[in-house]
């Protein structure tokens, strides 16, 4: 079964530093993976994806994370963060195959100080 | 535009009573999900369909039930509801595979 690990409950990071959110996967082959964004009362928001080809992905609102298929890892990251990217932040995996299913993390929640 | 909309945004239910959410997607996705989500928990997925008249227990399927009669609509429910129950719970649709997740903006259960 695969499963999602994101190690950092909560990560502080001032207005304009940059941003890396960690994320490993389980999985036997190589997954689909994800990063999805949920701000206070909203529901959740693809920020990018990765299904094969370039390792690095770029995403939404300046985000890009890298696939290191030798470290398990799809680490989210931002070169210089902004106030309104406070908000939750959820790495997910899903398997290969028609009834794929999509396997999140606990969750990351980010708070910006300015 | 993608649209998943869940029918309750708040629901106050007592313990023992059958429970029913409902989801509804307008973009003809094949594959639609529930899910839960709890605090320190992330999401956790209860059942998942991808097609009509088909589902697939997901990591918590305990207490729970799921009905898809059409392409469209993906029901929730729970047949008894218990406190243990009570939760932000999230439906999702999909396209196919290995498309993006869309979701509703959650239905919170409180069950007393």
């Known amino acids: 079964a695969q499963s999602v690990t994101q190690p950092d409950i909560h990560i502080t990071v001032s207005e304009g530093a940059s941003l890396e959110l960690r994320c490993n996967y389980s999985y036997g082959a190589t997954p689909y993976l994800f990063w999805y964004v949920q701000s206070p009362g909203q529901g959740l928001q693809l920020l990018l994806k990765y299904f094969s080809g370039d390792t690095l992905v770029q995403g939404i609102k300046g985000f890009e994370a890298e696939f290191k298929r030798s470290q398990s890892s799809f680490n989210l990251r931002k070169p210089s963060v902004h106030w309104s990217d406070a908000a939750e932040y959820f790495c997910?995996?899903?398997?290969?195959?028609?009834?794929?299913?999509?396997?999140f993390g606990t969750g990351t929640r980010l708070q910006v100080t300015l | 535009d993608v649209k998943v909309t869940q029918s309750s945004r708040y629901l106050v239910k007592r313990t023992g009573e059958k429970v029913f959410l409902e989801c509804v997607q307008d973009m003809d996705h094949e594959n639609m999900f529930w899910y839960r989500q709890d605090p320190g928990l992330g999401l956790r997925l209860i059942y998942f369909s991808y097609d009509v008249k088909m589902k697939e227990k997901g990591d918590i399927p305990e207490g729970y039930s799921v009905s898809r009669e059409k392409k469209e609509r993906f029901s929730l429910i729970l047949e008894s509801a218990s406190t243990n129950q009570t939760s932000m719970y999230l439906c999702?649709?999909?396209?196919?595979?290995?498309?993006?997740?869309?979701f509703g903006e959650g239905s919170r259960l409180t069950v007393l």
């Open positions: 997910a995996v899903a398997n290969t195959g028609t009834a794929s299913k999509l396997t």
């Open positions: 999702a649709s999909r396209w196919g595979v290995p498309g993006e997740l869309f």
